[in-house]
Nanobody, 119 residues
Framework: QVQLVESGGGVVQPGGSLRLSCATS????????MSWYRQAPGKERELVAL????????NYAESVKGRFTISRDDTQRTVYLQMNSLKPEDTAVYFC????????????WGQGTQVTVSS
């Protein structure tokens, strides 16, 4: 059974930091590109950060470059998102995604974790 379980969300003041984790099971983690997406109320889900499995390349949304860092631990089957200098506009539900790098049609989602940036 495939599972992606996010954790680490919460309420933080502007300028603060959070570290999200996504623990996975049920698929070959090392062959999946792992990503974080987010969805704010009334907005479409958007890609925040991506880390490939083979090359280790990373991509970030322009709005989070220099503030967020994605990393993965293939031995722990976990992907992380370190979020620093948080802004109110970072408030959203954050979702973990795994996409098979050999067949992009195979994609799994977590249930999401709420991040709220507010004073």
């Amino acid at each position: 059974q495939v599972q992606l379980v996010e954790s680490g969300g919460g309420v933080v003041q502007p300028g603060g930091s959070l570290r999200l984790s996504c623990a996975t099971s049920g698929f070959t983690f090392s062959t999946y590109t792992m990503s974080w997406y987010r969805q704010a109320p009334g907005k479409e889900r958007e890609l925040v950060a991506l880390k490939s499995s083979a090359s280790g390349n990373t991509n970030y949304a322009e709005s989070v470059k220099g503030r967020f860092t994605i990393s993965r631990d293939d031995t722990q089957r976990t992907v992380y998102l370190q979020m620093n200098s948080l802004k109110p506009e970072d408030t959203a539900v954050y979702f973990c995604n795994g996409r098979n790098r050999f067949n992009s049609q195979i994609s799994y989602w977590g249930q999401g974790t709420q991040v709220t940036v507010s004073s």
